[in-house]
């Protein structure tokens, strides 16, 4: 079966990085579009990066610049470097994987942004 797993969250400070990983089984990686969302309590998950099968990336408009999706196809993993940390980057952060016949996620994992 389809198996996301994210690791790498964590507690860090206020312009600290984090790295996280979604390491994907049971799909054929490489063509399918990969996506991280976050959610907060209370609130809709919201889009944050999302990378192609051809390696095209999007980007939500508050994380231009801080936060860069890319994937490794002979891993199966997407990865989200996540740089100049701020408080409201604090969130459950879910990867995605998605062609036009089917969305998989992952159980998610925790970013706190805090001093």
């Known amino acids: 079966q389809v198996q996301l797993v994210e690791s790498g969250g964590g507690l860090v400070q206020p312009g600290g990085s984090l790295r996280l990983s979604c390491a994907a089984s049971?799909?054929?990686?490489?063509?399918?579009?990969m996506v991280w969302y976050r959610q907060t309590r209370g609130n809709q998950r919201e889009l944050v990066a999302s990378?192609?099968?051809?390696?095209?990336?999007n980007y939500a408009d508050s994380v231009k610049g801080r936060l860069t999706i890319s994937r490794d196809n002979a891993k199966s993993t997407v990865y989200l470097q996540m740089d100049s940390l701020k408080p409201e980057d604090t969130a459950v952060y879910y990867c995605n994987a998605r062609n036009p016949y089917r969305s998989n996620w992952g159980q998610g994992t925790q970013v706190t942004v805090s001093s």
């Open positions: 990378i192609t099968s051809s390696g095209t990336t």
């Open positions: 049971g799909i054929t990686f490489r063509m399918y579009t």
